[in-house]
Each structure stands twice: as structure tokens, then as C-alpha cells.
């Protein structure tokens, strides 16, 4: 009688009701047969037991199809970067506290007056390994400047001559973002044709003879050469290029109370070229391999041609990204906390030449901070388009485009396939409504 009563108040399909139907079913069977208690305790217990395996088998089965679905049918979200306000610091890329104790344990080595030995590239030496990535990521960023000048040709680009907007597409969109200082209120974009330096953005850097010496000071911010950064990382992991000299050192260099001690000038060596070299890396052939070979000054006429160039620019954009990422985990790379400034090297220059938010309470000084790869080549976001030749973008439908970097939007526009990173970032998976049906979409 208690299991009937309390039934109404189970849950349909429960566990607790399957076990109050089990015990119901066996009070009936017991007041017809009259049992005694040892057989009716083992009955019912049989009975929950296998009520119980079939429901949690069940359960189990549900949930490993919901995850199999989840994992096949989910793909990362990737969403753009916020641009951070002028007022804002940079986020730091090592926690605050990691690099508080980082540097309370060097300073308690620096008070201790014994050689301590430094790992490479820290103690000047070359890391052998990435020799060949450094001229991979060169050879890299040369074929895609010569990728990207030929689509630019094929493809027409438009760029804002008051700010630095580039749209890709026969005219440019009339979205209401213009920020430059020579803007009207109205924030329209005044369109010219653009280049490719419109499409890749360049960051410099001092170029360093000695990566270990001395900074740059502000006195010889004018007389030390300046280049791109990320060719200055590849000189400074193991590329040779006549025009910007550097030295590669055969001993390496010691910490001895917090200075640099050098041995090298006291006993040079007597041949340095094959000093830093393995002696089963065989630098004939691989030098052999690595010549540059004539660019190709023809245009792209068909369309099987854009397609294809299309889609080497893009690999060649990839692997220029993998390569400079692997060569920054080990070299310095150090940035502006408050402006683009970069300097490739162990330390930043001390050139007062920033501009930023509240310079004159440094004195013009960049607060230096460890760079991401975003600071050693920063990424255009232009706006995704459908059709190249379709209608121009409209400001009331913004919030329902989409956006990719103009290396990238490019290639696809071109014909390449859009890679998985940025597909999310483009809203493919986005339908973008007609003005009348605005006022029926959430």
C-alpha cells in the first residue's frame, strides 16, 4: 500500500519509479501466492538489479552518441581580436607573477660571483636546428610578396585614402567605419586602388651587428639600418644576406654576477666560418638548394591560373606563420606595451621615439614586453564578401558579415579553399538577410 500511495508523487520513467513499479508488481504476486520472506526478498532483489543495468545501460548509450555527435559535428570558434583602446597596455603574454619570480631568482644568482653557463641563442651561439627554418621563412615571405603582387593585378583591391581600410571587391562597401584623421562625420571611406602594401602590413626593426652587445641608443637612431622584423629574425637565426652584416660567434658567451663576460676577444678564431656548423649537416647541398630562383614576371590571364597562385599564396602565408612562430619560441622577440615599435633581440633599444598614450611621462622611452606573433606581423582584417563582383556591402546588415585576414580573403576570393581556422571568422555558416526581413530576424 505505501509503494501505491507514493507512486503519484515518482517521477515518470525515473529510477525511483521503475524500482516503485517493481515493488507493486511483487506486493500483487505476493498476496495471491503468500511466499515466504527469504524468497520474497530475493525476487525483488533481482528485480532492481536488472532494472537498474538496462536503465544505466541506456543512459550510457545516450550519452556516447551525444558526444560522437558533438566531437563530429563541432568546429573551433574563431572570432577576431578586439582592437584594444589607445589609452590600454598591451595584455602581458606571461603572467604578471611567472615574471616577478623570474626575476627575483636572477637577481639572487646575479649576487652570487661564479660563471654560470647560458643555453643557446642566449650565450650567442646559433641553434642549429632552426638554421633551416630561418631561410625557409625567408624564402617563404619573398615567394608570397611575389603572390600577392601578381592577385592584386587579377583581383581588384580598393583601399580608403584616409584611414587604413582595404576592402577586396570590384567597389568598395559602404559601411561606416572610417576612423582617419582626415575623415568626414559621416565616416564613408573615399576609395583608391590598392597595392600590395595595402595587403601586408611591414614592421621594422634595428638591425643588430652583435644580438648580444649593447642596445641601440638614441643618438644612433639614425645611423643603425632599419629592415623588416621578420627578416631581421631570420638574420638573427642563421641567415647570411650580404647587405645587413652580423656576427656569428665561435665561443660562446658567459654570465658571471649579472655581465656578460666575452672570451672571444681575447683569443679570436681563426676560421669562423665552419665553426658553427654540425659535422653530419651538410651545408653544400642545402646552400645549393636554397638560390633563389628568377621571379616570374609574367600576369595571371585565366582563371586556372589565379586559382592556382591563389592557393600557393595561401600555403606560402601558412608556412611563413609556422616558421616564424618556431623561431620565436627560442629567439626574443620584444615589443611597445603602447605602440607597434618591435626590436628583434634579447633586449629593446632605448630610442625615444614613442608616440603613444602618455609618452611624455616616459619621456618618449617604449615600455618593453615579450612580442606575440600578431606584433611581428600584424594581420589586416578586411570584410568577407560573397560575391566579388556582387552588390557593395551595406552598413545596416554589418553585425551579419564576416572578416578575414586581407592575405587570406584574398587568396579565397582568388579561389583557394577556406582554410578551418577561418571559417568561423568568415560566418560562412551565416545567412545574410534581405532590408525587408531585417525586422524579422532576432
Same mark, same amino acid.
Given at each position: ?31 495471491? /501466492? ?13 528485480? +532492481? ?7 544505466? =545501460?541506456?543512459?550510457?548509450?545516450? +550519452? ?14 574563431? !572570432? ?6 589607445? #589609452? ?7 603572467? +604578471?607573477? *611567472? ?20 643555453? /643557446? ?18 624564402? =617563404? ?26 576592402? &577586396?571587391?570590384?567597389?568598395? @562597401? ?32 634595428? @638591425? ?5 652587445? #649593447?642596445?641601440?641608443? @638614441? ?5 643603425? *639600418? ?8 631570420? +638574420? ?25 663576460? *666575452?672570451?672571444? $676577444? ?7 666560418? %665552419?665553426? !658553427? ?5 651538410? %651545408? %653544400? ?12 614576371? /609574367? ?6 591560373? &589565379? ?18 612562430? $618556431? ?23 632605448? =630610442? ?21 606573433? !600578431?606584433?611581428? &606581423? ?27 585576414? =586581407? ?36
Amino acid at each position: 500500500m505505501l509503494a501505491r500511495r507514493g507512486l503519484a508523487g515518482v517521477f515518470h520513467g525515473s529510477p525511483s519509479f521503475l524500482i516503485v513499479q517493481a515493488l507493486v508488481k511483487i506486493d500483487s504476486e505476493a498476496a495471491l /501466492r503468500e511466499p515466504s520472506p527469504t524468497v520474497f526478498a530475493q525476487s525483488l532483489n533481482r528485480r +532492481i538489479s536488472s532494472q537498474s543495468d538496462s536503465f544505466n =545501460a541506456n543512459v550510457r548509450s545516450l +550519452i556516447s552518441e551525444t558526444q560522437s555527435k558533438s566531437v563530429v559535428d563541432s568546429t573551433p570558434y574563431v !572570432d577576431i581580436p578586439k582592437p584594444l583602446p589607445k #589609452r590600454k597596455r598591451k595584455p602581458l603574454v606571461t603572467p +604578471i607573477k *611567472d615574471l616577478i619570480c623570474t626575476a627575483r631568482k636572477v637577481r639572487e644568482m646575479n649576487q652570487d660571483v661564479t660563471e654560470r653557463v647560458l643555453q /643557446r641563442p642566449e650565450n650567442g651561439l646559433l641553434v642549429r636546428r632552426l638554421v633551416p627554418v630561418a631561410h625557409e621563412v625567408y624564402q =617563404a615571405r619573398n615567394a608570397l610578396y611575389e603572390g600577392v603582387a601578381k592577385l592584386v593585378d587579377a583581383i581588384p583591391v580598393q583601399a580608403c585614402r584616409n584611414c587604413s581600410e582595404v576592402h &577586396i571587391g570590384s567597389q568598395g @562597401h559602404q559601411l561606416k567605419t572610417c576612423e582617419g584623421p582626415m575623415s568626414c562625420s559621416s565616416k564613408n571611406h573615399v576609395w583608391r586602388k590598392g597595392t600590395v602594401d595595402d595587403i601586408l602590413v611591414t614592421v621594422e626593426s634595428f @638591425h643588430l651587428y652583435d644580438r648580444i652587445g #649593447r642596445a641601440v641608443t @638614441h643618438k644612433e637612431r639614425f645611423m643603425v *639600418d632599419r629592415l623588416p622584423a621578420i627578416i631581421e629574425l631570420c +638574420i638573427q637565426a642563421g641567415l647570411d644576406l650580404p647587405d645587413y652584416p652580423t656576427k656569428r660567434r665561435a665561443y660562446p658567451v658567459y654570465m658571471v654576477a649579472g655581465k656578460i663576460v *666575452d672570451f672571444e $676577444k681575447c683569443s679570436p678564431p681563426k676560421d669562423s666560418n %665552419s665553426l !658553427d656548423v654540425d659535422e653530419d649537416f651538410e %651545408s %653544400s647541398d642545402f646552400w645549393d638548394s636554397k638560390k633563389q630562383p628568377k621571379r616570374d614576371e /609574367r600576369s595571371l590571364s585565366t582563371a586556372e591560373e &589565379i586559382q592556382r597562385m591563389a592557393q600557393q599564396t595561401l600555403q606560402t602565408w601558412e608556412d611563413m606563420k609556422s616558421g616564424a612562430r $618556431k623561431l620565436m619560441e627560442k629567439y626574443a622577440v620584444k615589443t611597445c606595451a603602447y605602440c607597434p615599435e618591435v626590436q628583434v633581440g634579447p633586449k629593446g633599444h632605448r =630610442a625615444r621615439i614613442c608616440q603613444a598614450h602618455k609618452h611624455q611621462l616616459r619621456d618618449g622611452q617604449h615600455g618593453w614586453q615579450e612580442a606575440t606573433f !600578431d606584433d611581428l &606581423i600584424p594581420p589586416k582584417y578586411v570584410w568577407h564578401i560573397r560575391d566579388l563582383n556582387g552588390p557593395p556591402l551595406e552598413n545596416k546588415l554589418r553585425k551579419y558579415y564576416g572578416m578575414a585576414p =586581407a592575405v587570406v580573403e584574398l587568396c579565397v576570393q582568388g579561389g583557394a579553399t577556406v582554410p578551418d581556422d577561418y571559417k568561423s571568422m568568415m560566418r560562412l555558416d551565416v545567412t545574410i538577410p534581405d532590408f525587408d526581413e531585417i525586422k524579422f530576424v532576432a
